[in-house]
């Protein structure tokens, strides 16, 4: 009986994180090593759209300064038709480029001209968007599935430890504890990968919302510029 006691309390004395999770059955364990991993990912995510979406609002704010600085057209687009454009910049050069072809093949249309140079805008914002909500799908699928991955642990971690009980046939405190405490641990992890990941969806989604904004009114406002001179251009008939 007194082996027995010890044991238990040395199994007891082991309640360490790491210990809690040595001591987990395989499945347990494999659903702690994929939260620890989807949580990595996560933040470097977070990490990685955070530095973009300052990268990319910086680029907004010089292309615009740089637009409204009085600088011909011409000018910019040469200077950003040279070298790989984001943000404004590739709306900007998607749509001089459609002008300058049109132009060059022998436009004829003003409504046709500037449905096209709408077109390639719209392309181009699209393309700009998945740029920008690209891998915000995983945080939200992590924010969603790691809590219930997590349960589903920590039911299985309940299960064995309820057949150690049976096995070993005490219901003392030092045998149900370290075993509920795994399982446990799994639910903990859950919630520590899902709800950063569920703060930073939201708020990513709205920044990128937010300079999709940005793009749409720029894209209108430089639609409205090149109509009025398509207009003067190609008077209507």
Known sequence: MEVVQDSLAAHSASVSL???FWQASFIVKLVMMG???ASVWTWAIIIDKTMRYGRFRRQLNNFESNFWSGQSLEELYHTLAERRTSGMGALFVAAMREWKKSFEKGARSPIGLHTRIEKAMDVTIAREMDDLESRLGFLATVGSAAPFVGLFGTVVGIMTSFQAIAGSKSTNLAVVAPGIAEA????AIGLVAAIPAVI????????AGKLGMRLEAFADEFSAILSRQIDEKLPAR
């Open 18 to 20: 790491w210990d809690l």
């Open 184 to 187: 446990l641990l799994a639910t």
């Open 35 to 37: 939260l620890l991993i």
């Open 200 to 207: 930073a969806y939201n708020k990513l989604s709205a920044d």
